[in-house]
T-cell receptor, first 112, second 112 residues
């Protein structure tokens, strides 16, 4: 059974701090990795994707991938109260992009 | 911007009724997906489609069927609704080979 594991949280950080969200996956053949943000009562929104080892930065967000350790992380710099949401890690193991496995999500709370 | 729309935001049905949930995307994406999301269980794939008239079972297809007669439209059918199908249903579309999924707003279905 392929799995994606996340700490459910809640992770609480003060405004302006760095929030670090982590995810591990079981399928060593996984090829693409995603982070989705889901506000309460809303649908998930894709915010980052990463396909190769290393870091990928987009504004205040940095995704980090370590395939050897089967570990993906999302850093949010200068956290804002509007970042308070559930963050879903997702991993895709097939080249067609069909079978994506989602983690259960980490709830992030940014205190003003 | 990718736009994925779903036919209803909220739906209340009775046990045994046939239920149709419709999803339309406007970005000419090849792949479309139906998920259900339940507290503590995360997102679970019901069915996906990679082309018109093509469909594949996901992880929890029992009690559901799908139809994709046009590229932009993917329908989920509950043949005989049961109370354990009360859930949030999310449709997503994805360009072929990317794994990046774009979600609709969701339909919260309650089966009484």
């Amino acid at each position: 059974q392929k799995e994606v594991e996340q700490n459910s949280g809640p992770l609480s950080v003060p405004e302006g701090a760095i929030a670090s969200l982590n995810c591990t996956y079981s399928d060593r053949g996984s090829q693409s990795f995603f982070w989705y943000r889901q506000y309460s009562g809303k649908s998930p929104e894709l915010i980052m994707f990463i396909y190769s080892n290393g870091d990928k930065e987009d504004g205040r967000f940095t995704a980090q991938l370590n395939k050897a350790s089967q570990y993906v992380s999302l850093l949010i710099r200068d956290s804002q109260p509007s970042d308070s949401a559930t963050y879903l890690c997702a991993v895709n193991g097939d080249t067609g992009g069909f079978k994506t496995i989602f983690g259960a999500g980490t709830r992030l709370f940014v205190k003003a | 911007d990718v736009k994925v729309t779903q036919s209803s935001r909220y739906l209340v049905k009775r046990t045994g009724e046939k239920v149709f949930l419709e999803c339309v995307q406007d970005m000419d994406h090849e792949n479309m997906f139906w998920y259900r999301q339940d507290p503590g269980l995360g997102l679970r794939l019901i069915y996906f489609s990679y082309d018109v008239k093509m469909k594949e079972k996901g992880d929890i297809p029992e009690g559901y069927s799908v139809s994709r007669e046009k590229k932009e439209r993917f329908s989920l059918i509950l043949e005989s609704a049961s109370t354990n199908q009360t859930s949030m249903y999310l449709c997503a579309s994805s360009p072929s080979g990317t794994g990046q999924q774009f979600f609709g707003p969701g339909t919260r279905l309650t089966v009484l």
